[in-house]
């Protein structure tokens, strides 16, 4: 294998990529060629490389040696303006161009066979989709490992018009990583700032943030943060793959993320709006939290030996690939026939606690032809006063539950589909008890559901084991005496009392929230009325999850969901300015004319087809 370090690749506008390219030392040529870009160091080993039972991920060098030796070149970028790149770096708006620029120049070298696959995980599958959204020539083939956005305005930065406050963690700490002034003083004063008491101090503003010491840092995510309508501003190439899906060429495509991901709804649009062409891609969803394949405790949860990538969806991650890229850039035949489907679904394990003192939740892999499952059957789970969650519809008149979110007490996040938030928080499956482990946590011990302004809706024990496969909606009827105000929701699998768990496990699956200015239209926001009752509509992200008999299913109902996503003051400001916070008075409506339901896609298990 023969080494090209720092390739200088020249943009339309005269910015030059730092490149690396490794070419097979056997062969005449030309080559397919896998390319990926990355913000994160292309000779730092990315931790999307990791295998099962080792801790030290593969080499950038070791992975091109296995591509090359498979008789592909591999190329890795630097993204503009991060480490040997040239430029300034505003995340996400340039890597369409760029990516286009790179892929024509190497679709134009004498040692390219005219066929070029893209990889990587997170940022890196950013930059693949938003290349392909331009049509380079020469592409072929794509693996979008857990990222790649349909919509960012509605999963990855914004999510139901709040903000996702895991950009601002990722600010400062990749301000500080991989920069390209070599400016110590700039590094070691972000460094020097406490970024958990910041986040007691929020909203930031511009030269008021733990980012002040470096203002592009600054400028691009207060920018984010305070463009809460959905306009020309998040319809840029990067940002906006669902308004380019007729652009991006008709090759194949592996879509992959985990339940405990934040792109679970950007990659089932992506599948969606890549579906129908000649080349139908493929989805593989996993137990994972962002990326992190090849463990089986996620959290506090265990989802046994069948949880991870490697000896259960193929050998290892890399055989996986090049497998993928024979096929598509080599014409080689698939080794088997696959289903376009393929899903872990959660549930199934003992209860018990693991010798690692897990929760012992399991899971399997299951597939199917199509997303969402033919199988499913929508059924309505209604929220009544007492409490209960059932099927039936209620029957009260004016029933209701009313409490106040004083957003400067916010419910903190313990879990859920998370990444980037270190160290303020961080992803997985866990009971959903305070924890002197999470961030905003006052009284460790007790259940969220003590909480005033948490409502609490559970079914009975069931009486017969059910799956829950798809997306899964909320829908809420609602009044507040505040002009803007937010709802959260969480879906929660409940496991019985136990010798090893005496007052059960509160196993979180999925959440969502929407700020309800933004209940009727994401490009007119409209404030509310004080008192009057309005139809509002919580998208969680979709899950896979088999309850068993005598568990149950609860669904929480709140206003806040913090630090995972910025608190809403409630007074109807600008979003992400301002020092005024009010305390609300909302309400859920819960009567026979007003009735809130949970809407869940049920499947019977026998319908579930195994991977075997």
């Known amino acids: 294998m023969r080494r090209y370090p720092n390739v200088m690749i020249r943009t339309r506008d005269g910015v030059h990529l730092a490149t690396d390219i490794y070419v097979p030392a056997h062969g005449a040529g030309p080559f397919p060629v896998v390319l990926e870009r ?19 991920p593969c080499s950038r060098e070791a992975l091109a040696h296995a591509f090359c030796a498979a008789g592909y070149i591999m190329v890795y970028q630097d993204c503009r303006g991060r480490h040997d790149s040239e430029g300034r770096f505003t995340k996400y708006v340039a890597e369409g161009p760029d990516g286009y620029d790179t892929i024509a120049w190497i679709n134009d070298q004498p040692w390219c066979s005219g066929k070029i696959g893209t990889i990587g995980l997170s940022y890196a599958a950013h930059t693949q989709l938003a290349a392909a959204c331009l049509s380079p020539p020469g592409l072929a083939g794509m693996i979008l490992d857990s990222g790649g956005f349909s919509n960012a305005h509605r999963c990855g930065i914004r999510q139901g018009g709040a903000f996702e406050l895991k950009q601002a963690t990722w600010a400062w700490n990749y301000a500080q990583d991989g920069r390209t002034d070599d400016d110590d003083r700039v590094r070691d004063a972000l460094a020097a700032e406490d970024v958990k008491l910041w986040f007691k101090r929020m909203p930031w503003s511009t030269g008021n943030s733990p980012l002040r010491w470096d203002p592009d840092y600054e400028r ?43 792109y679970v709804p950007s990659t089932f649009e992506n599948y969606t709006g890549l579906r129908g062409r000649s080349h139908e891609p493929r989805v593989i969803m996993g137990p994972w939290t962002h990326g992190n394949r090849t463990k089986t405790v996620f959290g506090d949860v265990d989802f046994g030996p069948q949880a991870t990538f490697d000896g259960n969806v193929a050998d290892s991650w890399t055989v996986f690939r090049i497998a993928c890229f024979d096929q598509w850039l080599k014409g080689e035949a698939p080794a088997r026939d696959e289903q376009p489907v393929r899903l872990f679904l959660m549930g199934g394990g003992s209860g018990r606690q693991t010798p690692q003192g897990h929760l012992d939740h399991g899971g399997c892999w299951v597939e199917a032809p199509e997303w969402p499952l033919p199988a499913a059957r929508t059924t309505e789970f209604y929220l009544h006063r007492s409490g209960a969650l059932s099927t039936d519809r209620p029957t009260e008149t004016d029933a209701c539950l009313t409490y106040d979110f004083d957003p400067r007490a916010p419910v903190p996040t313990i879990g859920g589909a998370l990444t980037s938030g270190r160290p303020v928080f961080e992803g997985g499956a866990h009971d959903q008890r305070e924890d002197a482990r999470f961030f905003g946590c006052t009284t460790p011990g007790l259940p969220l559901s003590s909480r005033q302004d948490v409502l609490m809706f559970e079914t009975d024990p069931l009486t017969e084991a059910v799956a829950v496969v798809g997306p899964i909606v909320v829908e809420l009827w609602v009044s507040s005496d505040a002009p803007d105000t937010d709802f959260t929701a969480k879906l929660i699998d409940v496991h019985p009392p136990s010798d090893d768990y005496p007052t059960g496990f509160a196993m979180n699956l999925s ?7 933004y209940r009727d239209s994401w490009e007119t926001p409209s ?30 109902i709140s206003s806040s969901n913090f630090p995972k996503f910025d608190v809403n003051p409630n007074t109807g400001a600008p979003e992400g300015v301002g020092g005024a916070f009010n305390v609300a008075r909302n309400t859920v409506h819960l009567s026979g004319t007003h009735s809130s339901k949970l809407v869940l896609p049920l499947v019977a298990p026998s319908a579930l087809t195994p991977v075997l």
Not at 249 to 257: N, R, Y
């Open 527 to 556: 404030l509310m009325e004080p008192g009057v009752i309005v139809p509002i509509r919580v998208e969680l992200f979709a899950t896979a999850n088999l309850f068993k008999a005598g568990h149950r299913i609860r669904l929480d």
């Open 38 to 56: 990355t913000p994160y160091g292309k000779r730092k080993p990315s931790r999307s490389e990791l295998s099962v039972g080792s801790d030290v």
């Open 220 to 262: 691009y995510l207060l920018d984010q943060w305070q463009h809460g309508v959905f306009d020309e501003y998040w319809k840029k190439v990067g940002l906006y793959a669902a308004g380019y899906y007729h652009d991006i060429p008709d090759i194949p495509v592996v879509l992959m993320s985990s339940w405990y991901d934040v």
């Open 511 to 517: 959440d969502g929230i929407l700020r309800c200015r």
